[in-house]
């Protein structure tokens, strides 16, 4: 239930309980009037009528006071019926009612409600007669419909109200859909409501919040590619110096040391430029099979690699460069979690799905040691390691999956790391076939 609904529930349970103690307070007040001011005048008026008519009732009189205060009049006197109408009657058809129709006030009047002939009267008792007094309207008529122009009037106020609720809280729905895009990323969103209420003040401040974030996102992005092409050239001054060094096992451990160094600045500008949405890809069409084999061929020429399902898959559009980067990482973390008797399997087949759409996924499973299950969620997020101990052995420095990811990303895709403890570790890059989401596309 949407908050206008349930404000409205709320505006009329509250104008029932006001309504209900008024009406209680007025009732109070006009029985209290009645019985004081009122009832004693009724009772004195029906006893002049009654002394008018006289005893034995005056039929003559009867009439002509019917006549002058508009009352329809009906006398039973011994065995003898007369009404002011001419209607014939009998006593027999004189039936007690109970006083539904006539306010509780009523019933302390020394009167009795009867039927006569579908009409309702007031009934006063004699010795020897009894004096029937028919009041005008006194029972609402089943066809009177004013009562549906006050229920009309309640139900256009009522939408009058839903609407302008709805109205008031139109700009919730813009901070949701604004706050969820912002959450998932997009700090480039602005929420666009102009109010200047409460909820125009708290879209300012979101997007207040999420520019300053922008801002602090793209200093961090600035000084870590400045850091990053700055340590390029020492690297390299490092590296003259090595060549022109004595070969042996210390200066060998410092080309690994600077080769890491080279790795992790390469990777760094890259995630960076898949971060930027205005980085473009080098789309063109790649066949699978050939890319796996490239990329096996080029970096992993001797490892124990299975290749499979890859030929029945037709050409799609890859940024092969890029491409080449994401299967490498992933076939190079197979490798180093695998005994060498055990081959990296790598696959590649299509198949629909979500909203019938074909997928092509890229697969590297391994037949390691796997990861804990608390560890799959922040696998691909930056320089994440399940090996808390950070030894070169266990890993690098965390940034191969986390650029697959952006990888993936930039061509529509999604990258998802599936494992178990003991039973290795399944690492599946998917793909969307008509290209959609593919980053300029």
Same mark, same amino acid.
């Given at each position: 239930?949407?908050l206008?609904a349930?404000?409205?529930?709320v505006?009329?349970?509250?104008?029932?309980?006001?309504?209900?103690?008024?009406?209680?307070?007025?009732?109070q007040?006009v029985?209290?009037?009645?019985?004081?001011?009122?009832?004693?005048?009724?009772?004195?008026?029906?006893?002049?009528?009654?002394?008018?008519?006289?005893?034995?009732?005056?039929?003559?009189?009867?009439?002509?006071?019917?006549?002058?205060?508009?009352?329809?009049?009906a006398?039973?006197?011994?065995?003898?019926?007369?009404?002011?109408?001419?209607v014939?009657?009998?006593?027999?058809?004189?039936?007690?009612?109970?006083?539904?129709?006539?306010?509780?006030?009523?019933h302390?009047?020394?009167?009795q409600?009867?039927?006569?002939?579908?009409?309702?009267?007031?009934?006063?008792?004699?010795?020897?007669?009894?004096?029937?007094?028919?009041?005008?309207?006194?029972?609402?008529?089943?066809?009177?419909?004013?009562?549906?122009?006050?229920?009309?009037?309640?139900?256009?106020?009522?939408?009058?109200?839903?609407?302008?609720?709805?109205?008031?809280?139109?700009?919730?729905?813009?901070?949701?859909?604004?706050?969820?895009? %912002? $959450? /998932?990323?997009?700090?480039?969103?602005?929420?666009?409501? !102009? =109010?200047?209420? #409460?909820?125009? *003040? &708290?879209?300012?401040?979101?997007?207040?919040?999420?520019?300053?974030?922008?801002?602090?996102?793209?200093?961090?992005?600035?000084?870590?590619?400045?850091?990053?092409?700055?340590?390029?050239?020492?690297?390299?001054?490092?590296?003259?110096?090595?060549?022109?060094?004595?070969?042996?096992?210390p200066?060998?451990s %410092? $080309? /690994?040391?600077?080769?890491?160094?080279?790795?992790?600045? !390469? =990777?760094?500008? #890259?995630?960076? *430029? &898949?971060?930027?949405?205005?980085?473009?890809?080098?789309?063109?069409?790649?066949?699978?099979?050939?890319?796996?084999?490239?990329v096996?061929?080029?970096?992993?020429?001797?490892?124990?690699?299975?290749?499979?399902?890859c030929?029945?898959?037709?050409?799609?559009?890859?940024?092969?460069?890029?491409?080449?980067?994401?299967?490498?990482?992933?076939?190079?973390?197979?490798?180093?979690?695998?005994?060498?008797?055990?081959?990296?399997?790598?696959c590649?087949?299509?198949?629909?799905?979500?909203?019938?759409?074909?997928?092509?996924?890229?697969?590297?499973?391994?037949?390691g040691?796997?990861i804990?299950?608390?560890?799959?969620?922040?696998?691909?997020?930056?320089?994440?390691?399940?090996?808390?101990?950070?030894?070169?052995?266990?890993?690098?420095?965390?940034l191969?999956?986390?650029?697959?990811?952006?990888?993936?990303?930039?061509?529509?895709?999604?990258?998802?790391?599936?494992?178990?403890?003991?039973?290795?570790?399944?690492?599946?890059?998917?793909?969307?076939?008509?290209?959609?989401?593919?980053?300029?596309?």
């Amino acid at each position: 239930m949407g908050l206008g609904a349930k404000l409205i529930i709320v505006f009329i349970l509250s104008a029932l309980v006001l309504v209900t103690l008024i009406g209680f307070g007025v009732r109070q007040t006009v029985d209290r009037h009645f019985e004081h001011h009122v009832r004693p005048h009724i009772i004195t008026y029906f006893d002049y009528v009654q002394k008018d008519i006289g005893s034995p009732p005056n039929f003559r009189k009867a009439e002509r006071l019917a006549k002058r205060l508009r009352l329809q009049i009906a006398i039973i006197h011994a065995g003898n019926t007369w009404h002011s109408d001419g209607v014939p009657f009998k006593e027999s058809e004189v039936v007690p009612r109970k006083a539904r129709h006539i306010p509780p006030r009523l019933h302390r009047l020394p009167l009795q409600l009867v039927s006569l002939q579908g009409k309702e009267y007031l009934m006063m008792l004699q010795r020897h007669s009894k004096i029937l007094f028919g009041i005008p309207e006194l029972r609402p008529r089943k066809t009177d419909q004013r009562w549906m122009v006050p229920m009309l009037i309640i139900i256009m106020m009522l939408m009058i109200i839903y609407a302008a609720i709805q109205y008031l809280f139109s700009p919730i729905r813009h901070l949701e859909q604004g706050v969820k895009r %912002i $959450g /998932q990323g997009d700090l480039a969103y602005r929420i666009d409501v !102009e =109010r200047g209420d #409460e909820l125009g *003040r &708290l879209a300012h401040s979101i997007n207040s919040m999420a520019s300053d974030i922008q801002h602090m996102l793209d200093a961090k992005r600035q000084m870590l590619l400045a850091i990053s092409h700055e340590l390029r050239t020492p690297i390299t001054r490092a590296k003259v110096a090595m060549s022109l060094t004595e070969a042996g096992p210390p200066l060998d451990s %410092i $080309g /690994q040391d600077l080769d890491e160094m080279v790795v992790l600045i !390469e =990777r760094i500008l #890259e995630s960076e *430029r &898949l971060s930027s949405k205005h980085e473009p890809l080098n789309l063109e069409l790649i066949r699978p099979y050939s890319l796996i084999g490239d990329v096996v061929q080029e970096y992993f020429p001797h490892s124990n690699i299975c290749i499979s399902g890859c030929d029945g898959v037709a050409a799609l559009m890859l940024d092969r460069q890029r491409m080449s980067i994401l299967l490498k990482n992933l076939i190079d973390n197979a490798l180093k979690y695998t005994e060498s008797r055990q081959p990296v399997d790598v696959c590649c087949f299509e198949d629909i799905g979500q909203n019938n759409k074909h997928v092509v996924h890229f697969v590297v499973k391994d037949c390691g040691v796997g990861i804990a299950a608390n560890h799959l969620a922040h696998l691909t997020e930056p320089f994440y390691r399940a090996d808390p101990s950070r030894q070169r052995k266990t890993g690098g420095v965390g940034l191969g999956l986390y650029l697959c990811k952006m990888i993936a990303e930039s061509h529509g895709g999604q990258l998802l790391i599936s494992s178990e403890l003991g039973h290795g570790t399944t690492a599946t890059a998917s793909f969307p076939r008509d290209g959609s989401g593919i980053r300029g596309v």
